[in-house]
């Protein structure tokens, strides 16, 4: 059997990753493709947690520059977030993978609240624990909510995993075709360079907790290849 790099790990899921092709919404293929791939993790001993964003369904900051309330634009954020991590839930029960959502917004009806000893209990049995609703604080990324929970489990890695790039570049390689692309990097370069990659309030709680981060595109077989240590992507870690 193979060996993977990682035993607990959490995978970052952006909104526009989980659109797929059509750049808005939740695309059924893309959750159906997820749902198998971690699916085949789990027999390797791998203990999987789950962030979602929530970009493909709602953007607070254009919101806010039209003049909405920052914080109300955040909690409605937060909700997107949930709306993914629902459809993400019924991907992978509907293929056999046990599952958990756990929402730091109260909503009893269709989440747990995270509570973190209940979400390691989860992991520890084998199932696959998706974090919806953020930090449950305005004001902070779905990045920091990665960063943040990846601390409180004590997890190895976190895997982000992109819509659209397939690393770290120094410029947005849609709009400039010959921007650089970065293999390894170290936070404090992330940080100092602005690479955008994750908000400093993020970075700055990987690089203090040794937390690993692996950039990379989803496609299909990349989550697997990431947790097998292949080289793939953008690695960021220490100072």
Request: charged content about 25%.
């Amino acid at each position: 059997m193979e060996t993977p790099a990682y035993k607990r790990v959490v995978l970052k899921l952006s909104g526009e990753a989980l659109a797929g092709e059509k750049g808005f919404g939740i695309d059924g293929n893309v959750m159906v493709n997820i749902a198998r791939e971690l699916k085949g993790l789990l027999p390797l001993g791998v203990q999987i947690a789950i962030v979602v964003g929530g970009g493909n369904i709602w953007r607070g900051a254009p919101a806010e520059q039209s003049g909405m309330d920052r914080a109300t634009a955040d909690y409605m954020g937060m909700l997107a977030t949930v709306i993914n991590a629902l459809a993400l839930q019924d991907a992978l029960e509907r293929n056999g993978v046990d599952t958990r959502v756990q929402s730091a917004l109260e909503m009893r009806q269709v989440a747990e609240l995270y509570i973190r000893r209940r979400a390691l209990r989860h992991l520890e049995k084998g199932r696959v624990v998706i974090f919806a609703g953020g930090t449950g604080n305005p004001y902070f990324s779905t990045d920091t909510t990665a960063a943040l929970r990846a601390a409180e489990i004590e997890a190895e890695v976190i895997l982000l995993a992109k819509g659209k790039v397939d690393a770290v570049y120094d410029a947005d390689p849609l709009r400039y075709p010959d921007a650089n692309r970065f293999t390894e990097l170290s936070y404090l370069e992330v940080i100092k360079r602005g690479l955008g990659v994750m908000d400093a309030t993020a970075a700055s709680l990987c690089m203090d907790n040794q937390i690993q981060l692996v950039v990379f595109g989803l496609h299909p077989g990349n989550i697997r290849r990431a947790i097998m240590g292949e080289k793939i992507g953008t690695l960021i870690k220490g100072g």
